[in-house]
């Protein structure tokens, strides 16, 4: 089985090198076909690509002799210890004699399973997008597009969070651009499933001639709408611009049943969700500057996120009443010399079960600033502080007591940088921290476990990238 996936990812990797070369082939013999005159043999090629890729790459200790480890009580806790990850993005653009433009867009996912930390080759690889769009086919501002996508508005970097819509479907969508009004209608539809006992399940059965086989007992997807709009203002005061996004989501997914563990039958019903929200934003009122307001109200399977199998369900196995309501920030402001950038939310969940005092409901905030300090154009001296605190509604199942875990962390990253901006990349930084914890902290980790002492480093050494990347653009 590792011999097929190391075959697989070596394919894999062959056709990732050779389609540059692939495509300027195809553009050539396209050339060749049409018998353009040598006039007009410079013009562009109708086919055209482009490489991007996102990545970060980390190495770290905790001073005691132990790799580093990203220290969270809340969802979405800072970015500084994040592990591992690399997108690589494949795209073309084929344009058509009357203008017309088809984007393909392929984005390889590859996981923190790096061969020098684990010794092991198979790696894990992950097809994030895969979809074709399609624009200027006769309606101006139109874009249409087909395939699996990741959709997302905007983030908070230091948390690595997309707090208003981040989701992740099968399916199809449109984008209208109206230029006369700077303003943007995204619509889009499509489904996903997790190989979950929420979703998916198969048995091996008697068959004939005493032979087995697969049955397909539980088979439900999610299916999932979103319909996005947004109103810019371009230069309402001075040089400074604003938006104004609305946002709604909805969910929904059949019935079904799954086998448990002592081999009984177990009925999931339909079950639904929602979600809205709205941001607003500014940009352009000082170098690389921006601040972002975001609110978010779900119920049901929206209160979950796309990619979440919802637990804490009423008695009949149904999400409908949970909620969540969560507001966020962030913003960055530089000047040639310093900048600052922020990010923070707060976030109320309820599930949907009717248990009063119930530790799965809480109250968890965040929030994280980073100044630094721009020594040079390639040296910053980075500094950043964050905190993040979970109440809970009831006692720790692991104490029997009533804790609210919180840790207070303190970094500091000197940094090379390809030029002055807090979001200047490549990068090369060295990464320090030290993380305060409570005791409601320490006792989220099994006593004995490395993680529960109250002051812990981290000390590291972290690339990061991204360009003509189809996440970061």
């Not at 790096?114 to 101006?140: K, P, S, T």
């Amino acid at each position: 089985m590792k011999s097929q996936r190391l075959a697989r990812t070596a394919a894999l990797l062959a056709c990732v090198a050779a389609a540059p070369a692939a495509t300027q082939e195809l553009a050539q013999q396209q050339t060749e076909q049409a018998e353009i005159p040598a006039a007009s043999a410079a013009s562009p090629s109708p086919l055209q690509f482009r490489f991007g890729s996102y990545g970060r790459v980390v190495g770290a200790s905790d001073l005691r002799g132990g790799a580093g480890h990203a220290l969270s009580v809340v969802s979405h806790g800072p970015r500084l210890e994040e592990a591992s990850y690399v997108e690589l993005d494949f795209q073309t653009r084929y344009t058509a004699a009357d203008d017309a433009a088809f984007d393909t867009v392929l984005t390889l996912a590859l996981t923190d399973a790096l061969f020098h930390l684990d010794g092991d080759f198979d790696g894990a690889i992950a097809l994030r997008n895969a979809y074709v769009e399609a624009r200027e086919f006769g309606v101006g501002g139109l874009s249409i597009w087909a395939g699996s996508r990741m959709l997302r508005g905007d983030d908070i970097y230091l948390l690595d969070f997309w707090p208003l819509d981040e989701l992740n479907t099968v399916g199809g969508g449109a984008r209208y651009d109206v230029a006369a009004t700077n303003t943007t209608v995204s619509l889009h539809g499509g489904v996903n499933q997790l190989h979950d006992t929420y979703q998916y399940q198969t048995l091996e059965v008697a068959g004939p001639s005493f032979a087995t086989e697969e049955l397909l007992l539980l088979d439900r997807t999610r299916a999932v709408g979103s319909l996005r709009l947004e109103q810019r203002f371009e230069n309402v005061l001075g040089a400074t611009s604003a938006k104004v996004v609305v946002y709604a989501e909805g969910q929904g997914i059949g019935s079904g049943e799954y086998d448990n563990a002592d081999d009984v039958r177990v009925a999931l019903p339909a079950d639904h969700g929602y979600a809205v929200g709205g941001q607003i934003g500014m940009w352009g009122f000082g170098r690389n500057a921006f601040a972002n307001a975001f609110v978010r109200y779900a119920r049901g399977l929206s209160a979950y996120g796309v990619l979440a199998v919802p637990v804490g369900l009423d008695t009949a196995r149904r999400a409908a009443e949970a909620r969540s309501v969560r507001v966020a920030v962030s913003g960055n402001y530089e000047t040639r010399w310093v900048g600052a950038t922020v990010g923070g939310y707060v976030q109320w969940f309820d599930d949907a079960d009717s248990t009063r005092y119930d530790p799965d409901d809480y109250t968890e905030t965040v929030l994280s600033l980073r100044p630094v300090v721009f020594v040079t154009d390639h040296f910053h001296q980075a500094f950043e502080a964050s905190f993040q605190r979970r109440v809970p509604e009831g006692l720790s199942a692991r104490t029997d007591t009533y804790l609210e875990p919180a840790i207070i962390k303190l970094a500091a990253l000197p940094t090379l940088s390809v030029d002055r901006g807090v979001y200047a990349r490549p990068q090369i930084r060295l990464i320090y921290s030290v993380s305060f914890l409570n005791e409601g902290a320490q006792a989220a980790w099994p006593d004995g476990d490395r993680r529960t002492e109250p002051v812990q480093h981290y000390l590291g050494v972290g690339a990061e990238w991204w360009f003509n990347s189809s996440s970061y653009q």
